[in-house]
């Protein structure tokens, strides 16, 4: 069965527009459990390191600079079938291309502030949670 947990983070946009409490809510009406949570700002080498598997991506510079320009919310999630299923909540990347009702559509400003990450994998929704939280229940 697929994995239980999943990571995510409400980009600087999504916390800078005060959309912590909607954001959180949807969350929560997709099913999901919030199991661990911390408000924080990541240094730019955090940032950098966090998405270092987007290096060779042209983004890559615009991203990291995004990613630390102000505060974020990263928390853990749990729901069976957590990555597939939070990656069809948040919606598709673009925001435009998001579906009607995701996370992405209703709350993104665009490609880049684009609200919301979540894991693409059972073993990265893994990795990315222990970047964050040192003292993880096992779920
Ligand atoms: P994902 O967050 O939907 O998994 P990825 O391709 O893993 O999308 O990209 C990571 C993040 O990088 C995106 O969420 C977005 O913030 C940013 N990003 C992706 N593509 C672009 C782009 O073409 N221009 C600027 N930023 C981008
Ligand atoms: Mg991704």
């Known amino acids: 069965?697929?994995?239980?947990?999943?990571?995510?983070?409400l980009k600087p946009d999504a916390v800078e527009a005060?959309?912590?409490?909607?954001?959180?809510?949807?969350?929560?009406?997709?099913?999901?459990?919030?199991?661990?949570?911390?408000?924080?700002?990541?240094?730019p080498e955090q940032a950098g390191q966090f998405y270092a598997v987007h290096k060779e991506r042209p983004f890559y510079g615009e991203l990291v600079s995004y990613m630390?320009?102000?505060?974020?919310?990263?928390?853990?999630l749990t729901k069976d079938n957590a990555v597939a299923d939070f990656?069809?909540?948040?919606?598709?990347?673009?925001?435009?291309?998001?579906?009607?009702?995701?996370i992405r559509k209703m709350f993104a400003k665009s490609i880049a502030a684009n609200?919301?990450?979540?894991?693409?994998?059972?073993?990265?929704?893994?990795?990315?949670?222990?970047?964050f939280f040192s003292q993880l229940e096992r779920f």
């Open 1 to 9: 069965m697929a994995g239980k947990i999943t990571f995510t983070m």
């Open 18 to 43: 005060n959309n912590i409490g909607p954001i959180l809510a949807k969350i929560n009406e997709g099913g999901f459990r919030i199991v661990a949570m911390k408000y924080l700002r990541l240094s």
């Open 68 to 76: 630390s320009s102000g505060p974020i919310v990263a928390a853990v």
């Open 87 to 102: 990656r069809k909540l948040i919606g598709a990347t673009d925001p435009t291309k998001a579906e009607e009702g995701t």
């Open 115 to 131: 609200a919301i990450h979540g894991s693409d994998s059972d073993e990265n929704a893994q990795i990315e949670a222990n970047f």
